[in-house]
């Protein structure tokens, strides 16, 4: 299988503590991965410098083989564990802020999704629970044709019944 992704000897320190240190790995394509650590390990550090949002202090990531920028950004969809969505967004707003910023984001998927999770298009982002919240983020991070997908605790808040 080809190599979708390779980290190199990726260090990141914050303050002078390493939040990553020197992580070399390779992930392969048509595969899923699961990052398992303790709070503070590094996972959240490490899926950020993947997605083009921090730039390691030393090493480098390589998607297919090049390095992390423009072009691999528009591959790689990143949802992260903080809320992102504006207060006054509804459900609705939080997918047409999405296709305005991914040529890859479809709507028709989106509004599939967002039904199955049992969301309505006019409830407020900011006023869902934290279960439903989570939901939004995979609904939106989802309806992306993206080629690599870097879901941070993406069942966090979620209710596994």
């Given amino acids: 299988m080809e190599n ?11 303050a002078g503590k390493a ?3 020197n992580v070399s790995l390779k992930l392969e394509t048509g595969l899923v991965y699961a990052m ?4 503070g390990s590094g996972k959240t550090t490490w899926m950020k410098m993947v997605a083009g949002l921090v730039k390691p202090g030393k090493g480098e990531n390589l998607y297919k083989g090049k390095a992390i920028g423009k072009e691999s950004k528009k591959e ?7 809320p992102y969505f504006y207060s006054w ?13 991914f040529e890859d984001f479809d709507m028709e998927k989106y509004t599939k ?15 869902l629970s934290s279960g439903m919240a989570a939901k939004l983020k995979i609904a939106a991070t989802l309806a992306r044709a993206a080629k690599l997908y870097l879901l941070d605790e993406p069942l966090n808040g979620i209710d596994i019944i």
């Fill in 4 to 14: 979708v992704l390779e980290s190199i000897g990726v260090t990141k320190n914050y």
């Fill in 19 to 21: 939040a990553v240190d």
């Fill in 36 to 39: 398992l650590g303790p709070n």
């Fill in 76 to 82: 790689i969809a990143y949802m992260s564990t903080e």
């Fill in 89 to 101: 967004m509804t459900v609705a707003d939080v997918g047409r802020y999405y296709q305005d910023f």
């Fill in 113 to 127: 999704l967002i039904a199955d999770m049992e969301l309505r298009m006019e409830d407020k982002a900011n006023k």
